[in-house]
């Protein structure tokens, strides 16, 4: 039996990241990496997804895949300077959420490819969501689907989530997790073929 490895690594263990990146034609191989991804002091939105996806890249490297290019990416939903991470119960998320419901918020995620040679690159994109008013019986049900557990903010664009989101400017791809138009680009700058780039 023949073992063989992709050159990509995905430095993540977000099955909504692993989608979009397929979408792309790349092979990859995923790692789950093990950091702190508690917000520091003083630390905006943008220093904070950067520094998370440049850590995650950095792990992924330094634990076998030295000779590998590596993509990272992280994501936070914020109002101004106030990072909303992933829930840890339903009183968290029903904050959040609470938070959320009836204005704008930004999302902002960070996608990096740690080519084999030079640094890494890295770009942040930022995409304003508006939510609809929410009502504590509309969070409740929201929260008993299931599906706000794992995300930032406490909730998922792209399932029943969607159902609360009335407008988004920017990048929808983004806010799922990996915003595609710069993973593209930064993937054909580290020289590695997609979908897009491929000419018959």
Known sequence: MTVTTSPIVLASRSPRRAE???LLGVAYDIVDCDIDERQLDAETPVDYVRRVALAKAAWARANGNER???VAADTCVSVGQEIF???VDFADARRMLRRLGGGWHTVHTAVVVAGVDGPPQTE???TRVEFVALDDPTIGAYWASGEPT???GAYG???LGGALVRRIEGSYSAVVGLPLAETAALLARAGVPHTLTIRT
């Open 85 to 87: 991470g992933k829930p």
């Open 68 to 70: 590998r290019i590596v």
């Open 124 to 126: 942040v994109v930022a």
């Open 157 to 159: 664009i792209q399932g």
């Open 20 to 22: 979009l990146l397929r």
């Open 150 to 152: 794992d995300k930032a």
